[in-house]
């Protein structure tokens, strides 16, 4: 029997970007008493990260930030023919754990979609024709605009002082920023940092194939910075640990910084860490409590008036399902909605050059110091005839090679170990430059995450479970790319040899290839096709809001945090003035 | 700040005694002869293979690592720096003797294979310091002690399956217990290969070709356990259940690789040689002022995880 606890105003489940901000907005314009309820650790700049970040044995090899997948992971299988098994080791995707969620072991890639991407399904059958679209896609337009969302991707950018060039303010193309990108109603908060000598030379040469190269917008402050909260960034090392690390000097664009201690400092919001929530606990159309395991396992029940559900994307839909909200998809009817539309990142098109004369300081570099073209994302190229749809940003990005996971790349035919692997690794280690697209996924019928039927959590109740496999779509996507783009990129950069990558068959859920995991839990304008309504509220449940990137009804070319950012704070002004005036259904 | 290689546990000799410890009348490995140990001489050793493997460093460990030499002395040629040298009056007095090294997974015959194979993979060699330098096998010993897997914690419960290759890894079988038949397994393929002598004592390019066999998957199976063959899958520890010899290569190879690379504070990579190697600096706390030095070599030292944090927080 859980323990019951005194009534709270508003409850957060899972405690990262998406909970701080809203908690944030709520601390400044309300009088709300709050609960945040975090899985994981409460760890900040100091002393944790400032002390012992730089191990990557620990933090990048042996997952020392990420979920504990001996608690709870996901099952997977590419398809409905298979039986699907647990992922017992990271890992394709690598979600977070703790206060501030994966911001706080994120690169800090920051990018908004591209404006007509709201509206994709309409502008692809526009411009080519409703049957140049694979049948099983279910891609469907967002039920906002880029122009109604705009100024809450500024607000997010200000927030988490991104740095960047704007390529169009106000309809105006900006020279030396992407010409491609949606307006922008102001310049980006801070200016674009120092660029590593690979990424410059890429920048180099894509301009002289005829591309616009710009510097890729980063969440690693490239100055002392203060948001209008208050909350401070300092300006960044360059020391070549971001991604799968906390940051050691408060640099980096992270809810432990610039978030959290404003919701804190209000006295109004508490943090229970070590909190498992596993249900949302609701009676005619309205959620009363969550209950929780606490630290020691014990279950508590906390009630609340309003609930927003926050978490990472495979957490917010298996809570949804576990608390029975909403129907569960099943792609054989297409009836449900929960769980509909999930899809991933498609990486693998790219290309390495290695150069005999040349050094490359490829340790230096934060996660998101490079340059980057956007002349083959989404629709930004002509489709016709190309049997595909869609694209990627592509980007040279130096993020630090640390030795265990990136003493390589080494040039094709490289052995793996002995005296030759060994000097083939002194040689080019610091001698190369990498180049990738991040390929656009689009959404299918038959992929979709629902309840395993048979694995279970540390607590006992059933795991996530995934069906996804890329479409020829992407396949010929990344095809294309890799025949028709990177090879001319790695020819213009010259160096002593080259490379380009594999094109890709089925996906497979061992080796990294991005955290970037969406959808299942809708925008829409429609309860027939989404699982919350515009503003993120769930149409079943009034008083519950569902944020994340398990909201996107499809995934761009571009990282998701700007979008989940954009969304926190759209939600956030719709929860204080649409919803907290008069308690219902916003919309 | 200490110089790294006045480190106790990064000492040779001491390392040397350390691998002796285990051979007391109370707690005889299985192939070692249980004897009081004054009765057992180098020669004995060296004939079982219990100490090829230390003894081909030994010639480095007196020189200040980071240079780029070969060991200079075998063990052969310089009887006083053997790893038997003082076994005869073995040193008792704490104040020299080194009790925290060893190892508390592996025994020492078990041992010596592991360090033979990794000096295959990363060899001491024109190049620079190897495995062998890096301590290599002391970092494998503590992580498979710890009992944590390759990529922290794991996914533990059943039922189990075999799964496709698209979802991973899906043994219930421990990874210590992997490892330590597959080491098993390995030596009784190098048997099996050549005339009953272990993979110890093999030439290099025997045991070479022993790893090649594992790697091209040219071995099926490891024993009675072995389930099926998987396919090669660098920094994982493979996509089937239990331990084919081409999954255990897979796993020896990432293991050995992260003791090379890792920072010194897990216990291989000692002096940093493995950075050294590459040109890692290691624990910088800024790079802003050179990272736009472009095509210019850095300027500093290499730094360890240790040594940042004497700087940071005076601890170490």
Known sequence: MATKLPHTDVVFIGFGMVGSIIAAELAKNTKLKMVALERGPYRDTFPDFIQDHFDEWRYAVQSGLFMDLSKNTVTFRNNADQSA?????????????????????????????????????SHLEERYGKDYLPKDTTIQDWPMTYAEIEPFYTKFDETFGISGKAGNLNN??????????????????????????????????????????????????????????GQKLGPCNYCGFCERFGCHTGAKASPILMTVPYALASGNLEIRQFSTVYRINHQDGKATSVTYFDANGLEVEQPADL????????????????????????????????????????????????????????????????????????????????????????????????????????????????????AAAAKWYNRSVSFGMQGESPAYRQNHVDLDPTYKDQFGDPLLRITFDFTDNERKMVQY??????????????????????????????????????????????????????????????????????NFPQHGGYNPTGTVGALAYWAADAIISKYLPKPGSIA | MPAPHDSDTHDQPSSAVDESTPLTPESPPESIPVAPIHLINRRHLLEMGAFTGAAAGIGLATHAFGQESTPSASPETSPEASPMAGMGDMDMNPQHANTNTGFSFFVPAQISILRAACNRLIPTDDSGPGAEEAGVVYFIDREMASRKNFRGPRYDRGPFVTGEATQGDQSAMPLPDRFRIGLLSMDAYAKSKYSGTGFASLTADQQ???????????????????????????????????????????????????????????????????????????????????????????????????QYQQQVGGES
């Open chain 1, 307 to 422: 609930i927003v559900l926050g978490a990472f994307t495979l957490e917010n839909n298996r809570l949804m399902m576990l608390s029975q909200i909403g129907e569960i998809y099943d792609p054989k009817t297409e009836k449900g909605t929960v769980g509909r539309n999930y899809t991933y990142q498609v990486g693998g098109a790219g290309g390495t050059v290695w150069f005999e004369d040349k050094i490359m300081n490829r340790f230096m570099g934060s996660g998101s110091s490079g340059m980057s073209i956007d002349e083959f994302n989404s629709d930004n190229f002509d489709h016709t005839g190309l049997g595909f749809f869609g694209g990627g940003n592509i980007t040279c990005n130096v993020i630090g090679a640390r030795p265990i996971l990136n003493n390589g790349p080494l040039p094709p035919k490289t052995p793996t170990w002995g005296s030759e692997w060994k």
């Open chain 1, 481 to 550: 790319t890799n025949e028709n783009v990177f090879p001319n990129i790695a020819k213009q950069l010259g160096g002593t040899q080259s490379a380009i990558n594999g094109n890709i068959t089925s996906y497979n859920i061992v080796p990294y290839q991005s955290t970037h995991v969406q959808g299942g839990t809708v925008v829409g304008s429609d309860p027939s096709n989404s699982v919350v309504n515009k503003y993120c509220q769930s149409w079943d449940v009034e008083n519950l809001f569902v944020v994340g990137a398990s």
């Open chain 1, 85 to 121: 098994a647990p992922m017992r080791e990271y890992g394709s995707f690598l979600p977070g754990n703790g206060v501030g969620g994966a911001m706080v072991h994120w690169n800090g890639q920051l990018w908004r979609f591209l404006d007509y991407f709201f509206e994709y399904r």
């Open chain 2, 208 to 306: 070479d070709q022993i790893l090649k066999d594992m790697s091209g998957g040219n071995v099926d199976a490891f024993g009675s356990i072995s389930i099926d063959k998987a396919p090669l899958t660098p920094m994982a520890s493979g996509g089937q259940p239990g331990i084919t010899a081409q999954s255990f290569f897979s796993l020896l190879l990432s293991y050995t690789m992260a003791g090379f690379f890792s920072d010194p504070v897990h216990g291989g990579n000692r002096d940093m040689v493995g950075w050294k190697l590459i040109g890692f600096p290691g624990a910088h706390l800024s790079w802003a002022d050179q990272i736009e030095n472009y095509n210019k070599p850095f300027q500093g030292d290499y730094i360890s995880l240790g």
């Open chain 1, 172 to 229: 105006e193309i900006q020279e030396g920023g992407n010409p491609f990108e949606g307006p922008r109603s102001k310049e980006y908060p801070q200016a674009p940092g120092k660029i590593p000598y690979g990424s410059s030379l890429f920048a180099d040469a894509a301009k002289e194939l005829g591309y616009k190269p710009f510097p890729q917008p980063n969440g690693n402050s490239t100055g002392a910075y203060t948001n209008p909260y």
